[in-house]
């Protein structure tokens, strides 16, 4: 089974500040992970992935994940937020656990909110 | 390239009435997968279908949901007889023929069902 942890439901940030949000995962054979960020009245869209090449993985719109093998960890971040960047934020793993391949396990998801 | 389409955008039906979602994928995605977020949870997985089979439905909560993907085109998820605990967002997202576990999906913007 897998599962992920994100921590806090809501993450507030200056404009030009550092933004961090944290994701932990939990798999028994080795993950796949991805970020993914949905704007008011939108879908989905991938930020970016872990497919076990790099470990730092670099996305869109400035944001980069670490992937942390020893602390099941693969926090996002960005070095100055923007007030663009106010969404809700999905921390997401899937492994293939050789049944066959099973849809995403998501967080509970992350509001990022840009204070002025 | 038109993205992933879902209709309605919103529904709101009585206890007991029956609702049918649909999707469309991007044209040429042989991968289309339903998820749902009930308020307040996670994004949870429903089912896959790769062109029109039906690859893992073990997310389906119980025999009132029935999906299917005729042609292996659009795809419909229908609700008999709704529940007060069916009310969520429901997204459906593709991706194509290829690497499943790694590929990117590609989300629709969600029905919102309201039973009441």
């Known amino acids: 089974a897998q599962s992920v942890t994100q921590l806090g439901s809501h993450v507030s940030v200056s404009e030009g500040a550092l933004v961090l949000l944290r994701c932990n995962y939990s798999?028994?054979?080795?993950?796949?992970l991805f970020w993914y960020v949905q704007y008011p009245n939108q879908g989905l869209q991938l930020l970016l992935k872990?497919?076990?090449?790099?470990?730092l993985v670099k996305g869109i719109n400035g944001f980069e994940a670490e992937f942390k093998k020893s602390e099941t960890s693969f926090h996002l971040t960005k070095p100055s937020a923007h007030m663009s960047d106010a969404a809700e934020y999905f921390c997401?793993?899937?492994?293939?656990?050789?049944?066959?391949?099973?849809?995403?396990?998501f967080g509970k998801g992350t509001h990022l909110i840009i204070q002025p | 390239e038109a993205g992933v389409t879902q209709f309605p955008s919103h529904s709101v039906i009585e206890k007991g009435q029956t609702v049918t979602l649909r999707c469309d994928p991007i044209?040429?995605?042989?991968?289309l997968y339903w998820y749902r977020r009930v308020m307040g949870k996670e994004i949870k997985f429903l089912l896959h279908?790769?062109?029109?089979?039906?690859?893992?439905e073990s997310g389906m909560p119980n025999n009132r949901f029935l999906a299917e993907r005729t042609g292996g085109t659009y795809s419909t998820l229908k609700v008999q007889p709704a529940e007060l605990e069916d009310s969520g967002v429901y997204f459906c997202?593709?991706?194509?023929?290829?690497?499943?576990?790694?590929?990117?999906?590609?989300f629709g913007p969600g029905t919102r069902l309201t039973v009441l």
């Open positions: 997202a593709s991706s194509p023929a290829g690497h499943i576990i790694t590929d990117t999906q590609y």
């Open positions: 798999s028994s054979v080795p993950p796949y």
């Open positions: 872990y497919t076990s090449a790099a470990t």
């Open positions: 997401a793993v899937r492994s293939y656990s050789g049944g066959g391949a099973d849809g995403l396990t």
């Open positions: 044209s040429g995605h042989d991968n």
């Open positions: 279908f790769v062109k029109e089979s039906k690859q893992d």
